[in-house]
């Protein structure tokens, strides 16, 4: 850290990655359209900007790690934003899926003539709830005992136990992600069969993609952790994956009570 301050705050360097990422969200959008309507060139453009967009979003992070790890910038202080930041972020997630479970209930408890009057809809097939669903609402919470797990160990500084605990939290992840593309391979109704359909696969396939990118968050955590960037005093970064990893935990008892069990009766 600069000798001369005589502050706790973290004043930024000028840095092109937002003009640069809001460029590349643009790109993504307008290819995004131009790819559904069908215009020429609009796949090239989706592509380019995706391209873009996860470049600018490698290269900002590195930058952040590089000021927190190896600069020092992010003194206590400095850690309370990221903190609330994404406290918030995961508040506006919530509102997120309640949408999904908002209409998936109206929609059972109130079913329409159009769909027969009765939930599931008439003529639907539905997957039972205790074979792969059940066993998939196990998997995840066990997922997020072994990432607490990591965590005491950070705290207690015990860098290798912490390596494992992350290792058996991605490997719990990636067989629930197995789990998940059976249970669609099998699925016997698809997303345009009545509103049953847009609801369970928009709130599981949401639900789904959020674990594989807390899955990722759990991976570049582990390949810190056996770097030794993260130590019992500065891991802002896996307390982040490990608060995401609970919200999906928890995320995933509502739909396996709203959607599969009561869907499924």
């Given at each position: 850290m600069i000798e001369s301050q005589r502050h706790s705050y973290h004043l930024v360097d000028p840095s092109p990655w937002p003009i640069s990422g809001s460029l590349g969200a643009l790109a993504t959008t307008v290819g995004g359209v131009m790819y559904m309507h069908p215009f020429q060139g609009g796949a090239t453009l989706l592509s380019l900007g995706l391209i873009f967009l996860l470049y600018t979003m490698f290269v900002w992070w590195r930058d952040v790690l590089r000021e927190s790890t190896l600069e020092g910038h992010h003194t206590k202080v400095v850690q309370l934003g990221p903190r609330y930041g994404f406290?918030?972020?995961?508040?506006?997630?919530?509102m997120f899926f309640f949408a999904f479970f908002r209409a998936s209930s109206h929609s059972s408890l109130a079913?329409?003539?159009?769909?027969?009057?009765?939930?599931?809809?008439?003529?639907?097939?539905?997957?039972?709830?205790w074979e792969i669903p059940f066993l998939n609402t196990l998997i995840l919470p066990s997922s997020g005992a072994a990432?607490?797990?990591?965590?005491?160990?950070?705290?207690?500084?015990?860098?290798?136990?912490?390596?494992?605990?992350?290792?058996a939290t991605v490997s719990l992840a990636l067989v629930f992600t197995g789990f998940q593309g059976m249970e669609y391979y099998q699925a016997p109704s698809t997303i345009s069969d009545s509103i049953y359909g847009s609801t369970f696969f928009l709130a599981?396939?949401?639900?789904?993609?959020?674990?594989?990118?807390?899955?990722l968050f759990s991976i570049i955590c582990g390949i810190r952790q056996y770097l030794g960037h993260l130590t019992k005093e500065h891991h802002v970064g896996f307390e982040a994956a490990a608060w995401y990893w609970h919200f999906v935990d928890v995320v995933r008892l509502f739909p396996f009570v709203s959607i599969y069990w009561w869907g499924g009766i």
């Open positions: 406290l918030l972020f995961i508040v506006s997630e919530v079913p329409t003539v159009e769909i027969g009057g009765i939930w599931p809809p008439k003529g639907i097939g539905v997957l039972d709830p990432v607490t797990w990591a965590h005491h160990a950070i705290l207690a500084g015990k860098e290798k136990r912490a390596v494992y605990a992350l290792v599981t396939g949401f639900h789904g993609f959020h674990v594989i990118i807390g899955t």
